[in-house]
């Protein structure tokens, strides 16, 4: 299978959490640059990210569908296919409001918007990216299918590189299906114990079976500001 690189790049707190309290602490802010730092050094050609990330990303815009729109194809759009960077939203059923096809966040370089979808998403969703310049993968017909999806993104796109940044749902979803390479995990020097915040990986209740994961320590490095990055190999993807 050819396929991208894939990396899961992920800052967490030494409680395991990728969110909550913590990430409004010095320690946690101060880490995130350094995140973002090594994030831009990877110079991978697209980001990933899961529905709920995506979704706080494009404040929670809801798309608006048009029964009367133009049709479009049922499987792949390419809207762009030589992007400087993508970023790539997995979006299985078709909600996530976007307004263009390129992602603008400050901070962050602008980034072609691919949507990667599932059999589920209606095909009035799918004439409503394709309206706003927004490519689209399917994969899978009633879940993702990580496998396909990553084969398309290189055959389609020549995505060679790829960082998964988040969820934990996501991350463990790619995980079990065998297309993740590399783990990098920056630790902050904080936590705040919240029961209910994300963690760095989560079974998606749509994963019917999970085994556990092992790693194989590639390297350790000393931050800034008291953080510390953990990369690790995964055994037998």
Not at 32 to 45: L, M, T, V
Request: charged share 20%.
């Amino acid at each position: 299978m050819k396929r991208p690189k894939i990396i899961i790049h992920i800052l967490s707190a030494l409680d395991g959490k990728i969110a909550g309290p913590f990430m409004g602490t010095p320690s946690a802010g101060a880490v995130s640059g350094e995140y973002g730092r090594i994030r831009g050094e990877y110079q991978a050609d697209a980001w990933l990210y899961g529905t709920v990330t995506t979704k706080e990303f494009t404040g929670y815009r809801k798309p608006e569908l048009d029964g009367k729109a133009v049709p479009a194809p049922d499987n792949d759009f390419i809207a762009e296919k030589n992007a400087a960077l993508y970023y790539v939203s997995v979006d299985a059923f078709g909600e996530i409001g976007w307004e263009s096809g390129t992602f603008q966040k400050p901070g962050r370089p602008d980034a072609h918007v691919i949507e990667v979808l599932t059999e589920q998403a209606p095909a009035a969703y799918r004439a409503y990216l394709k309206e706003r310049g927004v490519s689209y993968i399917t994969a899978g017909a009633t879940a993702l299918d990580c496998k396909t999806a990553c084969e398309k993104l290189y055959k389609l796109f020549g995505i060679k590189t790829m960082l998964i940044c988040g969820g934990g749902t996501i991350n463990w979803t790619f995980l079990q299906e065998g297309v993740v390479d590399e783990v990098s995990l920056l630790l902050a020097p904080a936590a705040d114990g919240e029961p209910d915040s994300a963690t760095v990986f989560e079974q998606s209740p749509l994963l019917t079976q999970s085994c556990p994961a092992e790693f194989r320590l590639k390297g350790l490095e000393m931050l800034n500001h008291d953080g510390v990055r953990l990369i690790y190999a995964v055994k037998n993807p």
